[in-house]
Antibody
Framework: QGQLMESGGGVVQPGRSLRLSCTASELTFSDYGMHWVRQAPGKGLDWVAVIWSDGSEKHYADSVKGRFTISRDNSKNTLYLEMNSLRAEDTAVYYC??????????????????WGQGTLVTVSS | AIQMTQSPSSLSASVGDRVTITCRASQDIRNDLGWYQEKPGKAPKVLIYASSNLPSGVPSRFSGSGFGTDFTLTISSLQPEDFATYYCLQDYSYPYTFGQGTKLEMK
């Protein structure tokens, strides 16, 4: 089934940077696209970014475009989120999640099937 | 970005009730919609993919329907473990977007 574990969260001042990591185990990491999803305290889920299995494509939410960078190192089974110019509104629990794809006659479908437990990022002076 | 409007934002129900949550997309997303359940302190869990498909292990009391812009999640007979927050997620195009969530509470 596999496991994902995030790390790197903490308290950071506005305008500073932070890098999150998500380490995969018991799965073939290089076979899967990966997402970052966040949840601000008391708020709903907020999709952040995705990277394809080979790193060839990356997409971002408008709220983080130009400030956050998603990347991966398949040799280390690790996903990253580099967060720059952090703002108070970036305060959230950040989850990594696996993109699972199934191919059927009608087409291919995907969903986020495996999630880590999350790491808390607090942006505060 | 595609906007997902989910309703209601909260819902009170009892064990055994039939419950329906709806999600409306700001444009046609075919059937590229999933439903996720979230409980406090736990990672979200997928319930439905491609509008109406259940991943392995999801109880059959959960069902989904819809195509285009209007979608529903139905729980046919609420169980105690179903009291949680539910989100729709469109995966038709990037950026993906979640609905605002529906908190299902015990009456």
């Amino acid at each position: 089934q596999g496991q994902l574990m995030e790390s790197g969260g903490g308290v950071v001042q506005p305008g500073r940077s932070l890098r999150l990591s998500c380490t995969a185990s018991e799965l073939t990491f290089s076979d899967y696209g990966m997402h970052w999803v966040r949840q601000a305290p008391g708020k709903g889920l907020d999709w952040v970014a995705v990277i394809w299995s080979d790193g060839s494509e990356k997409h971002y939410a408008d709220s983080v475009k130009g400030r956050f960078t998603i990347s991966r190192d398949n040799s280390k089974n690790t996903l990253y989120l580099e967060m720059n110019s952090l703002r108070a509104e970036d305060t959230a629990v950040y989850y990594c999640a696996r993109d699972f794809v199934v191919v059927k006659v009608a087409g291919h479908y995907n969903w986020l099937d495996l999630w880590g437990q999350g790491t808390l990022v607090t942006v505060s002076s | 970005a595609i906007q997902m409007t989910q309703s209601p934002s909260s819902l009170s129900a009892s064990v055994g009730d039939r419950v329906t949550i709806t999600c409306r997309a700001s444009q046609d997303i075919r059937n590229d919609l999933g439903w996720y359940q979230e409980k406090p302190g736990k990672a979200p869990k997928v319930l439905i993919y491609a509008s109406s498909n259940l991943p392995s292990g999801v109880p059959s009391r959960f069902s989904g329907s819809g195509f285009g812009t209007d979608f529903t999640l139905t729980i046919s007979s609420l169980q105690p473990e179903d009291f949680a927050t539910y989100y729709c997620l469109q995966d038709y195009s990037y950026p993906y977007t979640f609905g605002q969530g529906t908190k299902l509470e015990m009456k």
